[in-house]
């Protein structure tokens, strides 16, 4: 059982940085991969970027590789999604989620899931 919380949402300008924080609790949190996803209203929920257990693999969608950066400390049982260069289109709640099969770009392929956090760019 793996339990997620996640932090670090907020109004921020178009260009400007934002870093979130997804808390993990579990036992077994080392063995899981860690996605990020987002959900703008009125959309599907889509995969932004995920970290393999080690955090030696990462992937990220198109729209954000080269802007988001993923990253994880085991030790604290973090993991972080660093957002740069932000732009109106990033505006939607994100969502951390564990996986114990490796990253996955599908949400049916995630175990566990938080509540969220929410991020607005205003242009």
């Known amino acids: 059982q793996v339990q997620l919380v996640e932090s670090g949402g907020g109004l921020v300008q178009a260009g400007g940085s934002l870093k979130l924080s997804c808390a993990a609790s579990?036992?077994?949190?080392?063995?899981?991969?860690i996605g990020w996803f987002r959900q703008a209203p009125g959309k599907e929920r889509e995969f932004v970027a995920g970290?393999?257990?080690?955090?030696?693999?990462?992937s990220y969608a198109r729209s954000v590789e080269g802007r988001f950066t993923i990253s994880r400390e085991n030790a604290k049982m973090m993991v972080y999604l660093q957002m740069n260069s932000l732009k109106p289109e990033d505006t939607a709640r994100y969502y951390c989620?564990?996986?114990?099969?490796?990253?996955?770009?599908?949400?049916?392929?995630?175990?566990?899931w938080g509540q969220g956090t929410q991020v607005t760019v205003s242009s």
């Open positions: 579990g036992r077994t949190f080392r063995s899981y991969a």
């Open positions: 970290t393999s257990w080690s955090g030696a693999s990462k």
């Open positions: 989620a564990a996986n114990d099969a490796g990253i996955a770009t599908r949400e049916g392929e995630y175990d566990y």
